[in-house]
C-alpha cells in the first residue's frame, strides 16, 4: 500500500431502527486535523473525477450511498512507494474510510447510479489559491473500468 494511505474499515452498529457508522473521530491516529466537511454526488454510474493532489491537504473519504472505485498514484519523490498505484473499491455496503496523504494523486468513479461521497479535510479549501494539481482521467495508464475477478 502507499506510503501514508489507510484503507480504515468501519464499523456498522445495528439496531432495530436502523445503524450508525462512525467516520472519523479526532482519537483515531490517522486523523491530522479538521477544515471543511462536504457531499460530492455522481448522478450516474461510470462518472469519474480524477486525477489530482494536494501539498498540504489531507483527505478522508467515506461512501455514504451507493459505491465508488478509487485509484490514488504516489507521486512524492522521497517516498518508499513513489509511482506506486492502489485501487479500492468502498460502498455502504463495504464502509470504510480511505485516508489520502499529501503528493498522492487520488481519483474516483462511481460504480451506481446516485453514488455519494462525504469527504472531510483537513484545511480550509482556497478558492482563489487551490492547493491541487490536477492531470487528466487518462494520465498515469490508469485503467478506469471495471475488473471482473
Do not use: C
Amino acid at each position: 500500500m502507499i506510503e501514508g494511505v489507510a484503507l480504515v474499515p468501519l464499523v456498522a452498529r445495528v439496531d432495530d431502527r436502523g445503524y450508525l457508522i462512525e467516520i472519523l473521530r479526532a482519537s483515531d491516529t490517522h486523523f491530522t486535523k479538521f477544515g471543511q466537511v462536504y457531499l460530492v454526488g455522481n448522478l450516474v454510474r461510470g462518472t469519474i473525477r480524477a486525477w489530482h493532489k494536494h501539498e498540504i491537504l489531507w483527505d478522508f473519504f467515506f461512501i455514504s450511498h451507493g459505491s465508488a472505485k478509487f485509484a490514488l498514484r504516489d507521486d512524492r519523490k522521497e517516498s518508499a512507494t513513489h509511482g506506486e498505484i492502489n485501487s479500492f473499491v468502498i460502498s455502504e455496503r463495504n464502509p470504510a474510510l480511505l485516508v489520502v496523504p499529501p503528493g498522492v494523486f487520488h481519483g474516483w468513479m462511481s460504480l451506481e447510479d446516485d453514488t455519494q461521497l462525504i469527504s472531510t479535510a483537513s484545511d480550509v479549501y482556497n478558492r482563489e489559491k487551490p492547493d491541487e494539481v490536477r492531470v487528466p482521467p487518462d494520465s498515469f495508464g490508469y485503467d478506469w473500468s471495471i475488473q471482473f475477478k
